[in-house]
């Protein structure tokens, strides 16, 4: 044989057990080709020790070290290819359907690009002979639809990130009917980000279908989990009218969640609304607190003050915005908004909200009646000295609605809150005081 990088002719029969030329010790494939690629490298190293072998990424760097000692680039290479757990992510799915070996190499290729910063092209030239040494088949491009077999087998796929993932690898590769068909199953078992994607297909139509209507219903599924483009979107549609009524308190509301998660236009929108008055009242400070979030903001002319050393912090929830968004509800008479709103600032420690939520509760306006919620938070605003809670506890106990009937416990309550200036306690502490003196 001769050898394809020195030239030097060399008796096969006397070849070193690695197939290496005894000159330049360059490894030869039994065609006589040289072995200088990362897919010749990994096939000879799984075809000699072993497919597994490629799962220890320090072993495999040190036969490649030995037996490839001058293809110092195809080393680097391959190293990067196993990083973080590429070829045990590709040996778990050998066996599984096309869908989901091409999902798993998609997700390897964005790790090696992401975090190893791998040129596109590059990473999945190396994350394909990766899988080609160990036998797991891939393909990034779907030049040839996949069998009637492969096609059937996306039945058996019933995990919500699988699901997920293979919806992204095929938007992606703006394979949208397929995209759209796996985002469908992993949101119908509550995957809050396929939630969003099924609502941004059906607004903008890909996937062949546009149905708005339902969109919306989607982005308000996948905001109510926490997604904050889906909040935004929400947002969007209650301010805009689309699909819904239109409902500023509500818009504000999902806009102002969006952006105390950091979503850059949820951020820009509250404060255009603080800037110009729209949907709250118009206050320039809390504008300009909020457009530091946003980056590339232009430098101020003017020096900051002394006590703003640390960067801004997104604004406290105090609960004031969603008290002031559950009032224009009321105004609107929208009282399930009301309700929503009202909740919302009584958990963030609002007492004239709990009073107001627990009202709600207890009369069953916009939310399921229940009076022993309502007790306990009209208890939540009464320990935060509002009046109007202390007085509605001492009617609870004074009838026993929800609670134990205790005359004693009501008279303190109408004591506590007559003394912060509830008159109508006052008169009730007056007429019961009156009937235990006769």
Not at 14 to 42: F, N
Not at 353 to 377: D, H, M, P
Request: proline residues 4%; negative net charge; hydrophobic residues 35%.
């Amino acid at each position: 044989m001769v050898c394809g990088k020195c030239g030097k002719a060399f008796d096969e029969t006397a070849q070193s057990i690695d197939g290496s030329c005894p000159y330049c010790k360059t490894v030869h494939t039994p065609e006589g080709d040289p072995i200088r690629e990362l897919k010749g490298i990994l096939r000879y190293i799984a075809g000699h020790f072993g497919a597994k072998t490629l799962l220890d990424r320090r072993r495999t760097d040190a036969l490649i070290a030995d037996i490839f000692p001058k293809e110092n680039t195809a080393r680097r290479l391959c190293f990067v290819a196993l990083y973080d757990g590429c070829a045990q992510k590709l040996w778990a799915v050998r066996g599984k359907p096309f869908e989901v070996r091409s999902a798993a190499a998609a997700r390897c290729v964005k790790s090696l690009r992401d975090e190893i910063g791998l040129k596109g092209r590059a990473a999945a030239c190396a994350v394909e002979a990766v899988a080609e040494a160990l036998g797991c088949d891939i393909a990034f491009r779907m030049d040839a639809p996949p069998s009637a077999a492969e096609t059937e087998s996306r039945k058996n796929i019933t995990d919500s990130a699988e699901q997920y993932s293979l919806g992204r690898h095929f938007d992606r590769i703006k394979d949208y009917n397929k995209a759209l068909y796996w985002f469908v199953q992993s949101a119908q078992q509550d995957c809050a980000e396929a939630e969003y994607y099924v609502g941004f297909y059906l607004m903008e139509g890909r996937g062949g279908t546009q149905d708005v209507k339902t969109a919306r219903e989607w982005f308000l599924r996948a905001a109510e989990n926490g997604v904050p483009a889906a909040q935004y979107m929400t947002g969007y549609f209650y301010a805009e009218g689309i699909a819904c009524e239109l409902n500023e308190g509500a818009a504000f509301e999902w806009f102002l969640r969006s952006a105390k998660q950091g979503y850059e236009e949820a951020i820009y929108v509250i404060a255009l609304c603080y800037e110009t008055g729209t949907f709250v009242d118009e206050n320039p400070g809390t504008a300009a607190r909020w457009r530091k979030l946003l980056p590339n903001q232009p430098e101020s002319t003017e020096p900051p003050p002394d006590e703003e050393k640390e960067p801004p912090e997104p604004l406290p929830d105090d609960g004031e915005e969603n008290y002031q968004s559950a009032r224009r509800c009321l105004a609107e008479k929208d009282f399930t908004g009301a309700a929503m709103f009202y909740r919302h600032a009584a958990e963030a420690g609002h007492a004239k909200a709990q009073c107001s939520y627990g009202k709600c509760l207890y009369l069953g306006t916009g939310v399921e009646k229940n009076i022993y919620a309502a007790f306990s938070w009209f208890s939540k605003a009464a320990a935060q000295g509002l009046d109007i809670a202390q007085y509605n506890l001492g009617v609870m106990y004074l009838r026993g609605t929800g609670v134990e009937k205790d005359r004693a416990e009501a008279k303190k309550y109408f004591r506590m809150a007559a003394e912060n200036g509830h008159a109508e306690a006052a008169k009730v502490l007056e007429k019961l005081e009156k009937q235990e003196h006769k």
